[in-house]
Structure formats: C-alpha cells, structure tokens
C-alpha cells in the first residue's frame, strides 16, 4: 500500500502517476509490466517511485483497489423492490457497464485475461451484493433471498458467489472477443437464466 510521502503529494502528482500505472498496466499484463515504462510517462525518478511504493506488485494492488472503489461506487446498492431476477439484471447491467465502457476497460482486460483466483474473488468481493449498504439489514436481505431460492440460508453465500462468477466469466468473454454491450448483456442473461431456472428438460427431471 502507499507510503505516506505519496499521501502527502498533491492530488496533481498522484494522478499522474496512476494514470501513469494505469496506462501500463492496460497495455500489457502485470508480469510483464516496467517499473522503467511507468516512471518514463509519469515524469519522476525512480527513487520516487520507491518511496511511494515498495515494488511493481504494490503499486499494482493500489491501482486495483482504486479501481474496485469507483466500481463499488458506480454499481448501485442492492435493492429488495424488484423480484430477484430484475435484481439481479439490474446489479449485471451496472456491473458490465463498467467493466466494458469505463476508462478502465483495458486496465481490467489485461487483470482478466491473467488474473489467479485471488484476483477475481477480490473482484467479487467488491460487489454491492456481498458488501451491502450500511442502510440494508443483513437479516432482511437473507429473507429476501429465502423467499425466492429453494436453498437453505447457509447456501445463499454461495449463490451469490457463483452468480458472480457467471458474472465475470460473461464481462471475460466480452473482453477476450471484443463484444459490444449488447452482446455481453444477452450472454449474462442467457446465462443468468440458466442459473435461476436450469437447463435440464423438464420431462426428463419430471421422470
């Protein structure tokens, strides 16, 4: 995480310098990414960066969380108005949005396309559907859930983790074919659909 001395910079010089990672890192995946490359665009030594950051894999996970923040901001918060599915719509429809059409659409395809476990579940949790608003009661919201699901309680967890998932492998796709909008947004809700319903035949489950 930042040091201090980078705190104290003014708003100015650590924009620069985000955008400066920013840039490097959407043109080409962490592993490959320079130190060198990022002090160049910013316009600092690069005792600087040192003092800022202690190392490429810092500086990244600073830009990530940045990242994560405006995407916790853009999404809205969960609501219990709609019936689960139009929720759930709503949620991906932001959520795609944002991964495909924000000025950080590269900077994700790049953590995306090469990203470990760790990564992605650190996508998940910035969701609004895990974290919930200081306004929503948690207890309301595993009701809201009872009502539709035909799991028990413990497992709602794990619904919407899974959901997520579905989630980001639909925005990974978009991103690895260059899909539009539209396109992602009718996989995610093919697939969402096969979530909530199934894709067994009825006549062979009714057997």
């Known amino acids: 995480m930042p040091s201090q001395t980078f705190l104290n910079l003014s708003p100015e010089k650590q924009d620069r310098l985000v955008k400066a ?3 490097e890192f959407s043109q ?6 320079s130190v060198s490359n990022i002090i160049r665009s910013a316009e600092i030594p690069r005792g600087s960066f040192y003092q800022y950051f202690e190392d490429l894999d810092d500086f990244f996970s600073y830009l990530f969380q ?19 599915k139009s929720a759930l719509i709503n949620h991906g429809s932001q959520y795609i949005e944002f991964m495909l059409t924000s000025h950080y659409s590269q900077f994700l395809r790049q953590v995306l396309l090469h990203a470990d476990f760790q990564l ?3 996508i998940y949790q910035a969701s609004r559907w895990v974290h919930q608003s200081k306004n929503l ?3 309301k919201l595993l009701t809201y859930f009872e009502k539709y699901l035909v799991i028990e309680q413990k497992d709602i967890g794990n619904f919407i983790e ?9 925005i990974t796709k978009a991103l690895v074919n ?21 894709t067994l035949r009825r006549e062979i489950l009714n057997d």
Do not use: N
């Open 178 to 198: 260059h899909w539009t909008l539209d396109d992602c947004q009718e996989l995610f809700e093919q697939r969402l659909q096969w979530l909530l319903e199934g």
């Open 120 to 122: 992605v579940k650190r």
């Open 28 to 33: 080409r995946p962490k592993s490959q990414a």
């Open 21 to 23: 990672g920013i840039m």
């Open 137 to 139: 009661d948690q207890e």
């Open 66 to 84: 940045q990242v994560l923040l405006e995407l916790d901001q853009f999404t809205s918060d969960v609501t219990l108005d709609l019936d689960l």
């Open 162 to 170: 899974f959901y997520h998932f579905v989630l980001t492998h639909c």
